[in-house]
């Protein structure tokens, strides 16, 4: 893990030197972040309120709320002011990305990435990427499971990916839209330091799904072991990026309702996987190999093979 | 000028003439009305203008006739071809066939136009239609595919015929995204390509894949 945190050091410098190479008005804030990867290192062995700041990144969030303000003055009707959610390159999307599947331990998604530069990009892409490849995964898998039978005829089943369209398109704009509503409505009557607009929830959600594609291409492996190991190692790392990146949030807030808050995100983020896995993947009926079974069984498995 | 010194003009001296500008015709439209002409001429005009640009498919060149005069009726009746061959498929009428008709129409127009608007508001400098002409025509690798398709499953349906239909369904699937992206990759900004290029490979891949699982009843 050392070297992983080290190896990511080193991705975040070059990532600070390209925005600082990059003329836009977000590269004010880069003064805080270079010094961090010298001091971060000895407060990793500290866990105390000096790695909370870095997670509120509260040096620079007067200047994000300005910047954001700054950026979208077009009116809404316009078609720039549309295009300001799609002023992304690619290496920007690949590094968010990558932070959203590599989560560095202690710091803040959105901070770290997004910057004051949510991009709609991401969500909408990542989202389409995974329907089709749960529809498709899923239809796969099930046409390898079900190989062999004589009774068995191959069906497409594409009314799935309208229903898995919809399942995730609600869960990555309705969940955030709930949160964000739900944090303002905290925010009125506790004062917090740390509050993210809408766009930014729903940009760490979109890429936290994007670990779910892999896991849903690995799925296709008809076994049931492998299949819950994948399920708890995403749930893991995209769990571990949106509780890192709310955690700040609620966390001035009264000690229950943050917990029933970080503890809600989980639950439905799992809901979303063991949902998926449930409905689009058919359950393999062989879990251990043949010779693992009873002799006094052995008779009947003879006469399924005949 | 010292010469024209002592010249004066008198006022008895009329300064009259006719200025005329020549109008030529600017564009040949101008020479006669294109109400006049036999139907014939206004079909055959059409026909061999998406005729031509199913040839540019099928050789794919950097050259901007497709781009400059756009159609739609080209990707119109590849759409509808394509989802008409793939009805009759093993439909039991319940939730497990393969797209229906208007399934398949609606993902490739809706497909379409969130592309064109993903690479507009990625800063392209394509125009709209432009962008839904290109996308459309680049479906007829893949309508061909279909065709090839069908006449394989008429022979049988096994493994080998599975492969078949795998090896041609890939290559025309790379065709189309090839094709496509050597019209759209120039419209781009350099440090973007990427971003349009890969929902373009989104939508022919799902494309390919309604036409590979197509099973016939």
Same mark, same amino acid.
């Given at each position: 893990?050392?070297?992983?945190?080290?190896?990511?050091?080193?991705?975040?410098?070059?990532?600070?030197?390209?925005?600082?190479?990059?003329?836009?008005?977000?590269?004010?804030?880069?003064?805080?972040?270079?010094?961090?990867?010298?001091?971060?290192?000895?407060?990793?062995?500290?866990?105390?309120?000096?790695?909370?700041?870095?997670?509120?990144?509260?040096?620079?969030?007067?200047?994000?709320?300005?910047?954001?303000?700054?950026?979208?003055?077009?009116?809404?009707?316009?078609?720039?002011?549309?295009?300001?959610?799609?002023?992304?390159?690619?290496?920007?999307?690949?590094?968010?990305?990558?932070?959203?599947?590599?989560?560095?331990?202690?710091?803040?998604?959105?901070?770290?990435?997004?910057?004051?530069?949510?991009?709609?990009?991401?969500?909408?892409?990542?989202?389409?990427?995974?329907?089709?490849?749960?529809?498709?995964?899923?239809?796969?898998?099930?046409?390898?499971?079900?190989?062999?039978?004589?009774?068995?005829?191959?069906?497409?089943?594409?009314?799935?990916?309208?229903?898995?369209?919809?399942?995730?398109?609600?869960?990555?704009?309705?969940?955030?839209?709930?949160?964000?509503?739900?944090?303002?409505?905290?925010?009125?009557?506790?004062?917090?330091?740390?509050?993210?607009?809408?766009?930014?929830?729903?940009?760490?959600?979109?890429?936290?799904?994007?670990?779910?594609?892999?896991?849903?291409?690995?799925?296709?492996?008809?076994?049931?072991?492998?299949?819950?190991?994948?399920?708890?190692?995403?749930?893991?790392?995209?769990?571990?990026?949106?509780?890192?990146?709310?955690?700040?949030?609620?966390?001035?807030?009264?000690?229950?309702?943050?917990?029933?808050?970080?503890?809600?995100?989980?639950?439905?983020?799992?809901?979303?996987?063991?949902?998926?896995?449930?409905?689009?993947?058919?359950?393999?009926?062989?879990?251990?190999?043949?010779?693992?079974?009873?002799?006094?069984?052995?008779?009947?498995?003879?006469?399924?093979?005949? | 000028?010292?010469?024209?010194?002592?010249?004066?003009?008198?006022?008895?001296?009329?300064?009259?003439?006719?200025?005329?500008?020549?109008?030529?015709?600017?564009?040949?439209?101008?020479?006669?009305?294109?109400?006049?002409?036999?139907?014939?001429?206004?079909?055959?005009?059409?026909?061999?203008?998406?005729?031509?640009?199913?040839?540019?498919?099928?050789?794919?060149?950097?050259?901007?006739?497709?781009?400059?005069?756009?159609?739609?009726?080209?990707?119109?009746?590849?759409?509808?071809?394509?989802? *008409?061959?793939?009805?009759?498929?093993?439909?039991?009428?319940?939730?497990?066939?393969? /797209?229906? +008709?208007?399934?398949? &129409? =609606? $993902?490739?127009?809706?497909?379409?136009?969130?592309?064109?608007?993903?690479?507009?508001?990625?800063?392209?400098?394509?125009?709209?239609?432009?962008?839904?002409?290109?996308?459309?025509?680049?479906?007829?690798?893949?309508?061909?595919?279909?065709?090839?398709?069908?006449?394989?499953?008429?022979?049988?349906?096994?493994?080998?015929?599975?492969?078949?239909?795998?090896?041609?369904?890939?290559?025309?699937?790379?065709?189309?995204?090839?094709?496509?992206?050597?019209? *759209?990759?120039?419209?781009?900004?350099?440090?973007?390509?990427?971003?349009?290029?890969? /929902?373009? +490979?989104?939508?022919? &891949? =799902? $494309?390919?894949?309604?036409?590979?699982?197509?099973?016939?009843?």
């Amino acid at each position: 893990i050392a070297c992983l945190v080290i190896y990511l050091f080193a991705e975040f410098d070059d990532a600070a030197n390209l925005l600082a190479a990059n003329p836009d008005a977000t590269t004010i804030s880069i003064d805080e972040p270079v010094e961090i990867p010298k001091n971060q290192h000895s407060r990793l062995q500290e866990p105390g309120r000096e790695e909370d700041d870095e997670l509120l990144g509260t040096d620079d969030s007067d200047k994000t709320e300005l910047l954001a303000g700054q950026k979208k003055s077009a009116p809404f009707w316009t078609f720039e002011y549309y295009q300001t959610f799609f002023d992304v390159d690619t290496y920007q999307v690949l590094d968010r990305i990558k932070g959203s599947v590599f989560p560095v331990p202690g710091k803040n998604f959105v901070r770290l990435y997004i910057r004051s530069n949510p991009d709609l990009y991401g969500p909408f892409w990542i989202c389409a990427t995974l329907v089709f490849t749960i529809a498709v995964s899923g239809n796969l898998s099930n046409f390898f499971i079900h190989l062999g039978k004589p009774t068995y005829h191959y069906v497409p089943e594409f009314r799935k990916v309208s229903i898995a369209a919809t399942t995730i398109y609600a869960y990555a704009w309705l969940v955030p839209l709930a949160l964000w509503g739900f944090l303002m409505w905290r925010n009125s009557k506790v004062m917090n330091i740390v509050s993210y607009s809408f766009l930014e929830i729903v940009c760490v959600y979109g890429y936290s799904l994007f670990i779910y594609i892999p896991t849903a291409i690995l799925w296709i492996i008809p076994q049931k072991v492998v299949r819950w190991v994948l399920v708890v190692f995403s749930l893991c790392l995209s769990g571990s990026v949106l509780v890192m990146t709310f955690w700040p949030a609620v966390r001035d807030d009264n000690r229950r309702i943050a917990v029933a808050t970080v503890a809600t995100i989980l639950l439905l983020h799992a809901l979303l996987a063991v949902g998926c896995l449930a409905y689009f993947f058919d359950a393999p009926e062989l879990d251990l190999p043949a010779p693992i079974i009873p002799t006094h069984n052995g008779t009947t498995v003879v006469t399924k093979s005949q | 000028f010292p010469g024209l010194a002592d010249v004066s003009i008198s006022q008895d001296i009329p300064v009259e003439g006719e200025i005329t500008v020549p109008v030529g015709s600017h564009s040949p439209d101008e020479d006669f009305s294109t109400l006049d002409e036999p139907v014939k001429d206004t079909i055959m005009r059409d026909l061999k203008a998406v005729g031509k640009k199913f040839v540019h498919v099928m050789y794919p060149k950097k050259s901007s006739a497709l781009l400059r005069d756009w159609d739609l009726w080209g990707p119109l009746v590849l759409c509808v071809s394509l989802a *008409l061959m793939l009805q009759g498929g093993s439909a039991d009428s319940k939730d497990d066939g393969g /797209p229906q +008709f208007a399934e398949v &129409f =609606v $993902i490739i127009w809706f497909g379409a136009v969130v592309i064109t608007l993903n690479s507009k508001l990625l800063g392209g400098t394509i125009s709209f239609f432009q962008s839904l002409c290109v996308l459309g025509y680049c479906v007829m690798p893949l309508t061909v595919a279909m065709l090839v398709c069908r006449l394989v499953l008429l022979a049988g349906a096994g493994t080998v015929s599975f492969i078949i239909r795998l090896i041609v369904v890939g290559a025309m699937f790379g065709w189309s995204t090839l094709a496509s992206t050597a019209f *759209l990759a120039d419209s781009q900004p350099p440090n973007r390509k990427a971003l349009v290029v890969y /929902p373009i +490979f989104l939508f022919y &891949f =799902v $494309i390919s894949w309604m036409i590979l699982t197509f099973t016939p009843q």
